[in-house]
């Protein structure tokens, strides 16, 4: 099916690891978002893309790099997981224009032990 | 800073109340605001995009107006399955980026 896919769907790290999420869309849009959503907090940009071998910080972009290697990919990456960054994380994209609605990813479930 | 307030936090029906949630923003520059529906566990779902002060849309028993500080979000008649967590979305000058409001948990019981 079409859309935005985000693997892992859940993660356990120790405080300290390292990992990378990943977000593919098949939809050819220009534009790619990572947030994370948290309890009473609601969904803030950490990082965001206008194209491929673009980047952008967000919000909240402290603890997270991202790369955009291939158009249809945006990863994340967290280089020393930390507990603060336990929260669910939500890869969008959108095309470029007025109506830029964005489809989002199911999400991707971290807990930092 | 775009800034976007969602009211109220959670909002309890009986199915067939009518009712309806808040959003109230400050933006630089509206060039649209969202309406996003998301169920437990899944991403948030595109309703509806607003885009001037007096615009309004509908689906099914959904229907999202727009004035210059605020929207609203009718629920017009509900049935359990309209259970969700609707969000509200800004976009403004500064690009095509959103942000968002914290959502609203409406439960609607039969």
């Known amino acids: 099916n079409a859309g935005v896919t985000q693997t892992p769907k859940f993660r356990v790290l120790k405080t300290g690891q390292s990992m990378t999420l990943l977000c593919a869309q098949d939809?050819?849009?220009?534009?790619m978002y990572w947030y994370r959503q948290d309890p009473g907090m609601g969904l803030r940009l950490i990082h965001y893309s206008v194209g491929e071998g673009t980047t952008a910080k967000g919000e909240v972009p402290d603890g997270y790099n991202v790369s955009r290697l291939k158009k249809q990919n945006f990863l994340l990456g967290l280089e020393s997981a930390a507990p603060s960054q336990t929260s669910v994380y939500f890869c969008?994209?959108?095309?470029?224009?007025?109506?830029?609605?964005?489809?989002f990813g199911s999400g991707t479930r971290l807990t930092v032990v | 800073e775009d800034q976007v307030t969602q009211s109220p936090e959670a909002l309890r029906l009986q199915e067939g109340e009518s009712s309806s949630l808040n959003c109230s923003y400050t933006v630089s520059g509206l060039r649209g605001l969202f309406w996003y529906r998301q169920d437990p566990g899944k991403g948030p779902e595109f309703l509806f995009t607003?885009?001037?002060a007096g615009e309004e849309k509908e689906k099914e028993r959904l229907k999202a107006t727009l004035t210059k500080k605020e929207s609203f979000l009718h629920i017009t008649a509900p049935k359990p399955e309209d259970s969700a967590t609707y969000l509200c979305a800004v976009s403004g000058a500064a690009g095509n980026k959103l942000t968002f409001g914290g959502g609203t948990r409406v439960l609607v019981k039969p």
């Open positions: 939809m050819n849009h220009e534009y």
């Open positions: 969008a994209s959108s095309y470029v224009g007025r109506q830029n609605s964005y489809t």
């Open positions: 607003l885009y001037s």
